[in-house]
T-cell receptor, first 111, second 115 residues
C-alpha cells in the first residue's frame, strides 16, 4: 500500500465548475499537508499549505484536512482554463523536511 | 529573483554513461532537496543537502548515485553508469529553512532519458 494515495484522473470539467480533488494517507504522523500545482514540463508550485486538521481558504481554493479519516481535499471554485494542470498532494510528519507526494491528478478545464 | 534553476532541461545518455544534473537554489536559500518523478508516480525524496554537507541521503540508491552542494557553485546530482530505469524527471527544491511551513521552491526539472 502506498503511503499517499491519489486518484490520477484524468478529470475534465467545464469552465466555471467546481473541481474536487482528494488524497488519502496511511501515516498518522503526518501533520503538514500541502497541495502543489504542476503545469506540463514545469516544476511543482505550492498552492495551499495546512497544518493539522481544518479548512483553509485562499481565493477560489479551499483545502480541507480530516486527520481522523486520513483524508485531505482541495476544491477549486469557478474553475478557469488556466487551472488545467496536474495537482499533487504532499504531506510530512512534524517538521520533517521529507515530503511524501501523491501521484497527482490531471485536471482539464474546458472553455 | 530567478527562482530555482536546473540544467540541463533535457539530458540524453546512453547506457553506461554518466549523467550530471545541476541545481542553483534561490538566492538566500541554503537548503537543497532532490526528488525523482517516475511516470505515473509521485515525486520521491532522494537527498537533502546544506552547503558542503549531506544531511540525509536515505532516498538515494546506494550505488551509482551521489550528490554534493559545494561552498561555491550549484548542487550536483551525479548518476554513474546509467541504466534505462534511471530515466525520469529529477527535480531540485530549495528553502530558507527545512521546516516545510517555510515552503519549498521547485525548479523546472531535468528530464533524463537513457537510451
Amino acid at each position: 500500500q502506498k503511503e499517499v494515495e491519489q486518484d490520477p484522473g484524468p478529470l475534465s470539467v467545464p469552465e466555471g465548475a467546481i473541481v474536487s480533488l482528494n488524497c488519502t494517507y496511511s501515516n498518522s504522523a503526518f501533520q503538514y499537508f500541502m497541495w502543489y500545482r504542476q503545469y506540463s514540463r514545469k516544476g511543482p508550485e505550492l498552492l495551499m499549505y495546512t497544518y493539522s486538521s481544518g479548512n483553509k481558504e485562499d481565493g477560489r481554493f479551499t483545502a480541507q484536512v480530516d486527520k481522523s479519516s486520513k483524508y485531505i481535499s482541495l476544491f477549486i471554485r469557478d474553475s478557469q482554463p488556466s487551472d488545467s494542470a496536474t495537482y499533487l498532494c504532499a504531506m510530512s510528519a512534524g517538521n520533517d523536511y521529507k515530503l511524501s507526494f501523491g501521484a497527482g491528478t490531471t485536471v482539464t478545464v474546458r472553455a | 529573483n530567478a527562482g530555482v534553476m536546473q540544467n540541463p532541461r533535457h539530458l540524453v545518455r546512453r547506457r553506461g554513461q554518466e549523467a550530471r544534473l545541476r541545481c542553483s537554489p534561490m538566492k538566500g536559500h541554503s537548503h537543497v532537496y532532490w526528488y525523482r518523478q517516475l511516470p505515473e508516480e509521485g515525486l520521491k525524496f532522494m537527498v537533502y543537502l546544506q552547503k558542503e554537507n549531506i544531511i540525509d541521503e536515505s532516498g538515494m540508491p546506494k550505488e551509482r548515485f551521489s550528490a554534493e552542494f559545494p561552498k561555491e557553485g550549484p548542487s550536483i546530482l551525479r548518476i554513474q553508469q546509467v541504466v534505462r530505469g534511471d530515466s525520469a524527471a529529477y527535480f531540485c527544491a530549495s528553502s530558507l529553512d527545512p521546516d516545510p511551513s517555510y515552503g519549498y521552491t521547485f525548479g523546472s526539472g531535468t528530464r533524463l532519458t537513457v537510451v
